[in-house]
């Protein structure tokens, strides 16, 4: 990487050129073009800042709330459900946390019932940005300042003193493309995959996602203001799960999954469009999750790094059948993001279908959502207050 630019901005500079509606915004597809024509340090000069989105299936998500004393007894909580969804309460008294993957208590997660659609808590938090009721029931063992032992009301997001999108992984930098070589269907996270590998699955938003774009996360870090579920959010650092030394490319593009970011947003300002609650066929629920992370261009390596294509990107194929359920990470093959997005790929002689389970659509919706927010002077840029080792 260089050491020495031609270009050198500063976060405050861009900060102050966007308050004075003077930023040059693009998308993170509209860079790509524009580093192809002028170079990487032409492009540096001219632009500002380059958006980034990704709309997809994210796991490891959850809601942190407070749903209030009722007026009187008090109570400590130690178990809570909404819609029967069990959320963790083992925090205070009126504070718990529910994971999108946890299935209400009455869905079997099941093989047997395939075509079983599945609420959960990543259903619960799309209702609740939704507006709608949702019915929440506490138990509790009692104490002295505590007595009451059992409450349930029905509540909207509106009604709760708190609601925090708090999400531990998020945002994953380069994913496998799922194949099954068993002779059997099978359900995974990456949704049904049939046998004989006659699908591939693949994940992220490619040249669009954030983490392609700022692959060493030199401008993103603690503090990172972001797109979230359609209101703010921040970064709040290395989500879990997060690889600091990946093999990379000659782009300083990872060749395995790598980099994950924790990020936290205020629910009550968020869009359902952005927030799905989402029922993989025979494996359980998810939280599709919308986010826009932008990119400042501070210098010609960051130019350089946004102009990233799909062509660029490869993306690991690897058996969910036999080897991913046995912790065997053999690689079958390593497609472009472009041939993924074309309809099939070439793994061991044979053309495949890949189906993208992330919305490049919504992913290019979000990064110009984020744009026009900068444009209007109405979002702009903070700096990290610690860095997400990835070198």
Known sequence: MSESYEVVKTIAEIN??????????????????????????????????????????MCS???????????????KASKVWLNDVPAYAGLAAVDAYIGATEPREDDPLNKVYPGKFVYGGSHVIEDLVRGRVVRLRAEAYGTDCYPRKELEKDITLADLPNAVLLNP??????????VNLTSRTIYTYMGPLKPDMRNANFATAG????????????????G???????????????????????????????????????LKGDLKHMKARYLRGVSMVGYGCTLAVGVGIPIPILNEDLAFFTGVSDEDITMPVR?????????????????????????????QGKSVPSVPISSQVMALEIADELKNWIVKGEFTLTEAQEEIVSL
């Open 61 to 75: 998500s959850g809601l942190l709330f407070n749903f209030g004393q009722p007026q009187t007894p008090l109570i």
């Open 207 to 222: 040249e669009l996602s954030p983490l392609f774009n700022d692959p060493y996360c030199r401008t993103i870090g603690l």
């Open 169 to 178: 992984r998020n945002c994953y930098q380069s994913y496998n493309v799922a």
């Open 319 to 347: 058996d969910y059948g036999h080897d991913y359920p046995n912790g065997v990470s053999k690689v079958l093959a390593n497609p472009t993001f472009a041939e993924l997005k074309s309809g099939s790929i070439q793994v």
């Open 224 to 262: 990172t203001r972001i797109f979230l579920g359609g209101g703010v959010g921040y970064v709040l650092g290395a989500g879990t799960q997060h690889k600091e030394k990946p093999p990379r490319n000659e782009r300083g593009l990872p060749q395995v999954a790598a980099g994950t970011l924790m």
């Open 16 to 57: 102050k050129r966007i308050k004075a509606g003077k930023a040059v915004v693009l998308n993170a597809a509209e860079m790509v073009d524009a580093v192809r024509r002028l170079g990487k340090v032409k492009a540096a000069k001219e632009v500002d800042v380059v958006t980034t989105g990704t709309f997809s299936p």
